[in-house]
């Protein structure tokens, strides 16, 4: 593991909620009914007035298509997503408890080495926790 695919992480997390996002609003656009009245009369006589109701989708041939292609490429993009995050998921969990919080306060929620050696405590400081964090990626 590197610190790349854990800068990675955060960017899968957030392209995994905005695919989804995306994905589902690809599917109201397919569901989409169009409902309307209109007039005509019976083709024989008496001919009378009528009134019908009619329905359907917006969408052509075509256009239904090009938007089932484009959930396919979503649902790719939201696995390749997900797999980046199941991996760095796992392997965080064979590391020290110590380390998992170091990674999680720097990369998971973007804070500096001090903000970090802070939430550490022992008298920690930024240069500490930076050295013991690059030691371990190291091994």
Not at 15 to 43: D, F, H, Y
Not at 109 to 134: I, P, Q, Y
Request: net charge positive; aromatic share 10%.
């Amino acid at each position: 593991m590197d610190k790349k695919i854990l800068e990675d992480y955060i960017d899968a997390c957030a392209v995994l909620e905005q695919t989804e996002a995306e994905i589902k609003k690809l599917k109201r656009k397919q569901k989409t009914v169009v409902k309307t009245n209109v007039e005509g009369s019976n083709p024989e006589w008496p001919y009378e007035k009528k009134h019908f109701t009619i329905q359907g989708t917006t969408l052509t041939y075509r256009d239904d298509g090009q938007l089932r292609i484009e959930e396919q490429i979503k649902e790719r993009q939201k696995k390749d997503a997900e797999e980046l995050k199941l991996m760095v998921e796992e392997w965080m969990l064979t590391i020290p408890f110590r380390m998992r919080r170091i990674i999680e306060y720097k990369f998971f929620h973007g804070l500096n080495w001090e903000e970090v050696a802070k939430l550490m405590g022992r008298k920690c400081t930024g240069d500490s926790v930076r050295m013991e964090f690059n030691n371990f990626m190291k091994k």
